[in-house]
């Protein structure tokens, strides 16, 4: 599904991913761990198109990205991983001006072109699927931190992607709301969903993960199955990372 090669990213001096290869395949979650400034969030930026590349380039889903194209192509490429891509963020990006359920078939009547009664029903749906039917004519604002990541992740899976690039979807939310993010991303780990989860909750990386890869200092330290990385890291590194957490 995904496949990097020599991924590199750059802001100023400052090299923040150094030559990342990396496969995810169809229906895999993969957790990537590391401390903070290791260039986890960048990767995903980078992938949907949020951040350019500096060097090297990648596949996803057939469609390839390379920091020699030029900016016309890349634009154009990064439109159809779009199409395929759903991304949630640490903060909820809802918009506040709109309920719960317009927040949810804002890009199928724009992107899909559905009509409004279509686009209803199926936002309805996911709501329904994330446990929030009963709030769908609620502002933002009136919402709990963690209903309004189910929210996002609603939006998200309103246009059916492929993958879905998670950036720290629980680091904003109180201690008590990260179960009720963390169970609709395990339902959706069992659904077969291709994820990527930049997380810094060790154990749901643990349960969910077919894959661990763990970054530092903007390079792949090391990789391996869950069980394998919490129980005998290879690494100095990944071993201090994991003293502290």
Request: proline letters at 3%; glycine letters at 6%.
């Amino acid at each position: 599904m995904i496949k990097t090669n020599k991924l590199s990213k750059s802001f100023h001096q400052l090299e923040v991913l150094k030559g990342i290869n990396l496969q995810v395949n169809d229906g895999e979650v993969v957790a990537i761990l590391g401390p903070s400034g290791s260039g986890k969030s960048t990767l995903l930026r980078c992938l949907n198109g949020l951040e350019e590349l500096t060097e090297g380039n990648f596949e996803l889903n057939g469609i390839v990205i390379d920091a020699k194209q030029s900016k016309r192509e890349r634009i154009n490429e990064y439109r159809k991983i779009r199409l395929q891509t759903g991304m949630v963020f640490q903060q909820f990006n809802l918009y506040p001006h709109k309920t719960v359920l317009q927040n949810v078939i804002e890009a199928l009547m724009i992107v899909k072109k559905w009509d409004k009664e279509k686009s209803i029903q199926k936002g309805e749906a996911l709501l329904s699927r994330v446990g929030l039917f009963d709030k769908r004519n609620e502002y933002p604002s009136r919402l709990s931190g963690g209903q309004q990541q189910r929210v996002a992740i609603a939006r998200t899976l309103a246009l059916e992607p492929n993958i879905i690039l998670f950036d720290e979807p629980t680091s904003a939310l109180d201690p008590e709301l990260v179960d009720e993010v963390l169970n609709v991303m395990r339902e959706l780990a069992n659904e077969g969903m291709t994820m990527v989860i930049v997380t810094h909750e060790m154990q749901f990386a643990r349960e969910v993960a077919d894959r661990i890869i763990f970054m530092a200092d903007g390079i792949i330290v090391e990789e391996g199955k869950p069980e394998e990385f919490f129980a005998n890291p290879k690494t100095e590194r990944a071993k201090k990372f994991l003293k502290l957490q």
